[in-house]
């Protein structure tokens, strides 16, 4: 597992999302009301809107363009619509370091 850090959660407002590129792929770090960090790649299945422009609301956030509504945890676009976009999970250190963690070789940093 490789790790890279990208931002300070401090950075990151609540319901609002940061992006960063890694490897090439733009990746949206969203913090949730409860001030979970979650991050996902940046491009709805759909159409490819900036999903960090899309509202949050619990563990989803709603792409701005068509309104698809999509899962942070897993990925998953909500019935009716199908589709997925990759996560990632996230590591927040004791200085509020922000990390990005994927497998290895999958993403060049």
């Known amino acids: 597992m490789e790790r890279i850090m990208v931002a300070r959660a401090s950075e990151i407002p609540a319901l609002r999302s940061r992006t960063v590129t890694v490897g090439g792929m733009e990746i949206a770090i969203f913090k949730l009301s409860s ?5 996902i790649e940046n491009r709805c299945p759909h159409k490819n809107g900036k999903l ?3 509202i949050v609301c619990d563990h989803h956030v709603f792409c701005p363009l068509h309104d698809w509504k999509i899962n942070m ?3 998953l676009v909500q019935a009716p619509d199908e589709g997925c976009v990759t ?7 004791e200085e509020g370091k922000v990390y990005l963690l994927w497998e290895k070789g999958s993403l060049s940093a």
């Open 87 to 93: 996560t990632f999970s996230v590591e927040v250190d």
């Open 73 to 75: 945890k897993d990925g």
């Open 52 to 54: 960090s422009e899309g």
């Open 35 to 39: 001030g979970e960090l979650r991050a």
